[in-house]
């Protein structure tokens, strides 16, 4: 079961709340990074390496210096016979809801010139058709959901589906949502016919006022 769900949000309030909240529950990981700490670089969030979310794949380097740090980098996966997937640990109890964002920015990354086309699936069910030749050259292509967490820990996975199209991805974000909001999903009864798996899909974003929007 999917829900549409129409976000209208000021990027400058979202970044004041979470510093308030000392960015507890947020979760970004730098696909691709080299680096092993990446607290001291020059975003306004803290962002960690992914070496320790996932065991496949490779690092890559974005030939053209990008504006976002994070979309200099990023892990392609050439073994199709693999699970490439990163393993997100959840911070809170289960079934709370987190917004999940992953980013792509292919950037000719493989000198080939062919942005490809492929899956996204999140705890074994379908996510999202990426398609990263939908975009301009150096724009971000993003795929956000608020789901509900069942476990210690949300499984995102990219599945090739087309020959010699090589899943890739330069960011993965998470962060948990309170409580009291999207009440509709939350908690969910398991063993009911209600959907454990629904989602809302981001259709898009505005932010009033600001020079950003992510």
């Known amino acids: ?36 700490d990446l607290v001291g ?61 992953a980013g792509f920015l292919y950037g000719n990354y493989d000198g080939l010139s062919k942005p490809p086309t492929f899956d996204l699936t999140i705890d074994g069910q379908d996510w999202a058709t990426v398609n990263t030749s939908s975009l301009d050259d150096g724009v971000p292509l993003y795929h956000e959901i608020i789901y509900v967490a069942h476990g ?27 409580d009291p909001m999207y009440t509709e999903m939350v908690p969910y009864d398991l063993s009911s016919d209600t959907d454990p798996h629904a989602v809302f899909h981001l259709v898009t974003r505005t932010n009033f006022g600001g020079p950003e929007v992510r």
């Open 1 to 36: 079961m999917e829900k549409v769900l129409l976000v209208f949000l000021a990027i400058h309030l979202l970044k004041a709340s979470s510093q308030d909240l000392g960015f507890e529950g947020w979760l970004n990981i730098d696909c691709g990074s080299e680096q092993s």
């Open 41 to 101: 670089d020059t975003r306004t969030m803290p962002w960690s390496a992914d070496v320790n979310f996932t065991k496949t794949g490779f690092n890559k380097q974005i030939p053209a210096r990008q504006a976002l740090e994070e979309m200099n980098t990023l892990r392609f996966f050439p073994n199709r016979t693999q699970e490439n997937c990163y393993i997100v640990p959840t911070t809170f109890s289960s079934l709370s809801a987190y917004i999940v964002r």
């Open 152 to 178: 210690a820990a949300i499984k995102v996975c990219l599945v090739e589906t087309r020959e010699g199209e090589l899943p890739f991805i330069s960011s993965l974000e998470t962060m948990m949502i309170a």
